[in-house]
Antibody, heavy 124, light 108 residues
Framework: EVQLVESGGGLVKPGGSLKLSCVGT????????MSWVRQAPGKGLEWVGR??????????DYAAPVKGRFKISRDDSKNTLYLQMDSLRIEDTAVYYC???????????????WGPGSLVTVSS | EIVLTQSPATLSLSPGERATLSCRAS???????LAWYQQRPGQAPRLLIY???NRATDIPDRFSGSGSGTDFTLTISRVEPEDFAVYYC?????????FGQGTKVEIK
């Protein structure tokens, strides 16, 4: 099982940008489909977006609230996943979790490993 | 988008009691692609169940999942002290992946 640790969170003003990183351990990182999931303070979980493994095409998919503002990328040589967040809004304030997706490419979509999370606060 | 509604919002139980948590989908979940997670205070969520009824690695057998179509259930046969937490269901049969709002299992 891949172990994950996020970094890069912090305080940013509305309209600003921030880039989160997530480092994973283990040789299976390159095969993993990865997602970001966020949780606003005191609220439930919200899927942000996903990137497939490079072997599966490396394509991305995003939730409607972040589409066009957030970008997910990966560098398998560094076992690292990224979340570039632009045009940040107050409602983007949340803990952002990096996750791996379990199952096969045909059955994937659940999140079987989670990092501890990184807090992003958008405030003036 | 599939909306998941969990009930009850809060479940008050004593250790050793049985917990039954419900998750209802606004439309049928493809191939029972339904997962359950546990989140303890201050921690990241942990996968319990996937494919509606398959326990994840190292999950005790007191946790079980069932259901299909639009109605799913998570059962904890005998609640242990470490099981008091918030539980979320999630569907992955269609995009976007969506979560229920959570059920809090608290000590009575």
């Amino acid at each position: 099982e891949v172990q994950l640790v996020e970094s890069g969170g912090g305080l940013v003003k509305p309209g600003g940008s921030l880039k989160l990183s997530c480092v994973g351990t283990g040789s299976t990182f390159i095969y993993a489909w990865m997602s970001w999931v966020r949780q606003a303070p005191g609220k439930g979980l919200e899927w942000v977006g996903r990137i497939k493994s490079i072997g599966s095409g490396g394509t991305t998919d995003y939730a409607a609230p972040v589409k066009g503002r957030f970008k997910i990328s990966r560098d398998d040589s560094k076992n690292t996943l990224y979340l570039q967040m632009d045009s940040l809004r107050i409602e983007d304030t949340a803990v952002y979790y990096c996750t791996t997706q379990g199952g096969t490419p045909e059955t994937t979509g659940f999140f079987n490993s989670w990092g501890p999370g990184s807090l992003v606060t958008v405030s003036s | 988008e599939i909306v998941l509604t969990q009930s009850p919002a809060t479940l008050s139980l004593s250790p050793g009691e049985r917990a039954t948590l419900s998750c209802r989908a606004s439309q049928s979940v493809t191939s029972s692609y339904l997962a359950w997670y546990q989140q303890r205070p201050g921690q990241a969520p942990r996968l319990l169940i996937y494919g509606a009824s398959n326990r994840a690695t190292d999950i005790p057998d007191r946790f079980s999942g069932s259901g299909s179509g639009t109605d799913f259930t998570l059962t904890i046969s005998r609640v242990e002290p470490e099981d008091f937490a918030v539980y979320y269901c999630q569907q992955y049969g269609s995009s976007p992946r969506t979560f229920g709002q959570g059920t809090k299992v608290e000590i009575k």
